[in-house]
């Protein structure tokens, strides 16, 4: 992931609005990877676009909320719009996938805020806070109709599994 967030930081060849290209994670299946790709480039072309860029930093900026809210407020609307427009392509997203996606976007909006000197501080754990601050919104604010309740439950159970992971360092 890192060489994502370096990747970000310079306009790439051939790439429309200089977002970096996802790099291959290890242990997907091919079919896996290609829509992980798919899926995150997606959002990646819509966080770099012009009207993406003015989201997320205008987001940020949000008064009656800190930081970490307002962060995990713009990736919830992103994560949203991916689930949604996937779901009503006949599609689903497997949950660690959803989540992976997830994290690598509050990494991204993360280093964003700070390229436009826009985060406060950067306390211990931020990143994590921020994507724990993203899913909760995004499972409270998607429409009940869009995910089955058996993929809530995914959803949950792969999230508690992050977060017993992370107590366990």
């Given at each position: 992931m890192e060489g994502l967030l370096n990747q970000a930081r310079q306009p790439q060849p051939g790439v429309s609005g200089g977002q970096p290209p996802v790099q291959e994670s290890q242990g997907r299946q091919p079919d896996d990877q290609a829509m992980y790709?798919?899926?995150?480039?997606?959002?990646?072309?819509?966080?770099?676009?012009d009207v993406g860029t003015d989201m997320v930093l205008e987001g940020l900026q949000l008064s009656g909320a800190d930081f970490v809210q307002n962060?995990?407020?713009?990736?919830?609307?992103?994560?949203?719009?991916?689930?949604i427009s996937?779901?009503?392509?006949?599609?689903?997203?497997p949950a660690k996938m959803m989540l992976q996606a997830g994290m690598e976007l509050s990494a991204v909006v993360l280093d964003m805020a700070e390229q436009h000197d826009q985060l406060?501080?950067?306390?211990?754990?931020m990143l994590d806070n921020i994507f724990f601050?993203?899913?909760?919104?995004?499972?409270?604010?998607?429409?009940?109709?869009?995910?089955?309740?058996q993929e809530r439950q995914e959803i949950g159970q792969t999230l508690q599994e992050v977060q017993q992971m992370k107590g366990g360092q």
């Open positions: 790709e798919r899926l995150v480039n997606t959002a990646l072309e819509f966080i770099y676009s962060a995990g407020n713009v990736i919830a609307k992103v994560l949203m719009r991916l689930i996937v779901r009503t392509s006949g599609s689903a997203i406060p501080n950067t306390e211990d754990g601050a993203a899913i909760t919104i995004t499972g409270r604010e998607l429409p009940e109709d869009i995910l089955t309740a």
